[in-house]
């Protein structure tokens, strides 16, 4: 009989059991990783003495590296949470209270990550110092610090007072009694028990990533006025919906509202694709409202971030912890706008307001309006409220304890019942979320209940509606298709030296809307027609079955198809709704050569193809941007055996030949087309630990340094290999480069 059970969960997530000494371990842990155990039954609703709780994994062994296909492999918030809170391993007399805390097993530079990550997001800002430095005055960040202490129970703990750790590095370490463990390579682990061993690989395949764990299907959104898209209803707990979030719309601009886990797949089933997102409006930083932020790096600009300063400054601190870095690293991928707490600020026409929540961590409620023709049309966004009667028990004057004002109880009562024409609801009850019966007097147009997995009960179904996951609530009616203004602006930034009276010649054509699925161009097809991708995601998908890049907004599909009659390359097809416009191929060749454009785009697309075809730039979405880095590159050779020398300006890509690394003269990997190198000092300014040499005479592109670091797309990548670069070479520099090493670098 098997003495370890192990479970392939998901991809990259795993499930250890050794029941002998009542160890469960989670092996990988990224973003909804506990909706995966509880759809698997390994998390499961149990009774003992009669109380209610959960079974599930009491350890987590962390992936080597923190990101992984440029999305997060470590979140191990709400692992711990379920453990503590739902397991009761923290809970005075509970049965799963045995003394036992959770256990973090991981190499020393991720635990030490997660813990500082775990304190940030049970705390937020965790003194009246830093939250002055975000604005707060120190009247308010007293308050906030009181009603921070009443949910800590009265102090802020050290986060090894709630979990243990054990580190790994390459030796056998003992997780509890004869049960060992040992890392065999990078993210390869291997558990031992009497003669018993198993392996677990929490290495993502290239292009794969994270499973979803619900489905949500596809839904055509048009871009409205002024809606609200229902993209939540859910909490961190949810098996079935995604947590509590909403995309909104303005003058057909998009804007999401928190941006939670797999936040991905909720885009790609509205058929949105990550280019077309102007901004967004954040409430604070708990792991099911900022899991999905790192989604939003896939753009080729800065998206812009709209938050109090408060929550964007336990926002930024909390990723900083996450990637081992300062928080200013936060500005890098995202244009920031603070908004003023307490008053309507002004956002390209939409007046947002930002009010204070109590909450264990900084919070803000929004409310959103619009001028109308009988006055304003609003929208509420109330996540991570608190009911009225946990808020009424934390009372006191007593200004040097814990708990809150009878003024700030007063005001939050007042700023909740302000009604909108629509209001979204934070129901999840407990002592830190919100209660639908403290919103049975409130004469909003139409209230929606939120953040819960449990079905609504009759009372509350009295009280406010369901929202199905893509349905629209529209504030303000449009007989505008602004699908049009997006596609001018796009030509227009694409062909920026051409009049726009040929603008309006492409403008002339016909829009067409591909269903989910539907191939747009198939490899080694011709063909008479060059689309240009408005709205929606298209995947670019190799001969060898590999997705190879997702395009969104701005890209042009079938151009040098279109222009010089070659075959396809590669396949395009549509991962949701995709609204394109379709330009005839004889029309657009024409359009090219009438506006002298064809030396230009003939100098660009054999460079600019090369580019796309590379891991680091296959999620450059537009062409404009493309096109902009392919005039840039200069071309560079290395002779044999020359030694790779450049400017501490620039970063390069192997175009043809091969490039040896050296570690302390050893070769631990090459460097082949399409593989770059010279970021680390270039972008990041971190010293290189190895040189590069000529393994051949080589062609390389050279590009400056400050355009890829300004696309966040590209540098968030840069920053994923720079960190498996790091964890190889610092685990022990005392020893030699290990004879896989080079397998790292061909990842």
Known sequence: MAVLRKIEVSSGIFWIEAPEFDIRILCGCPADSVKHLMKRGLIAATESGGIHYETGPNAILLSDVMIQNGVFANLAEFPVLQMLYRQGMIIPNHP??????????????????????????NYGLVSEEELMEANVSKEDAQEMMRIKLKFAFGAIRNPSELVDVLQVENDHVTILGKLTLRRLRMNVFEFSLGDEKVTVDLNLPAFETYECPYPLGFHYIPREYFAVVHSGEGDGWDINRPSMGSVLMFQGRIYLIDAGPNIIATLSALGIGVNEIDGIFHTHSHDDHFAGLTTLFRSDHRIKYY???????????????????????????????????????????????PVFSPHPVETTIFFFRAMWVDGYRSYAH???????????????????????????????????SVPADVKKLDIGGGMIHGDAFDFREDISGKIILAHTAQKHTVQQRAIGSAAAFGTVDSLIPTDHDFIWRSAFEILTTSFPEVAQDQIRVLMNNQMVTFNPGTILLRERQNTKDIWIILSG?????????????????????????????????????????????????????????????????????????????????????????????????????????????????????????????????????????????????????????????????????????????????????????LGRRVNLYTEDQSQTVPPDASKAFQA
């Not at 209270?97 to 775990?118: C, D």
Request: net charge negative; proline share 4%.
């Open 537 to 721: 995601s298209v995947e670019v998908i190799h001969s060898a079955g590999v997705v190879r890049s997702v395009l969104s907004a701005g890209a042009i599909v079938g151009e040098l198809q279109g222009l010089f009659g070659a075959p396809a390359s590669e396949t395009y097809r549509a991962q949701g709704f995709v609204k394109v416009l379709k330009l005839p191929a004889s029309l657009y060749s024409k359009f090219v050569r009438r506006n002298n454009l064809l030396d230009d785009i003939t100098k660009l697309l054999e460079r600019r193809d090369f580019l796309q075809r590379t891991w680091l730039f296959s999620e450059v979405v537009s062409t404009k941007t493309l096109n902009s880095i392919a005039r840039e590159c200069q071309p560079r050779h290395f002779a044999e055996g020359e030694v790779v020398d450049l400017s501490p300006e620039t970063m390069g890509l192997v175009k043809t030949g091969q490039l040896m690394r050296l570690f302390r003269d050893q070769e631990v990997g090459r460097l082949a087309t399409g593989e770059f190198f010279g970021e680390e000092r270039a972008v990041f300014w971190v010293p290189s630990r190895t040189t590069l040499k000529a393994a051949e005479p080589t062609e390389a592109l050279i590009i400056p340094a400050a355009m890829v670091a300004g696309i966040p797309s590209v540098r968030w990548r840069l920053f994923e290999e």
């Open 307 to 353: 938050a109090a300063p408060m929550v964007r400054s336990a926002v930024a601190k909390k990723m900083a912890a996450l990637l081992d870095l300062h928080d200013g690293v936060f500005a890098d991928y995202f244009d920031v706008h603070d908004l003023v707490s307490d008053r309507w600020n002004d956002v390209d026409g939409l007046e947002v307001r």
């Open 96 to 121: 799963g209270n045995t003394g036992q805390k959770p256990l973090l097993i991981g190499s020393p530079a991720q635990v030490g990550a997660q813990l500082n990550y775990i304190h940030r997001g």
């Open 382 to 416: 109330f996540a991570d409220i608190c009911r009225f009667e946990v808020l009424k028990g934390f009372v006191t004057n007593d200004a040097t304890q814990p708990g809150i004002s009878e003024e700030r109880y007063r005001r939050t009562v007042e700023d909740y």
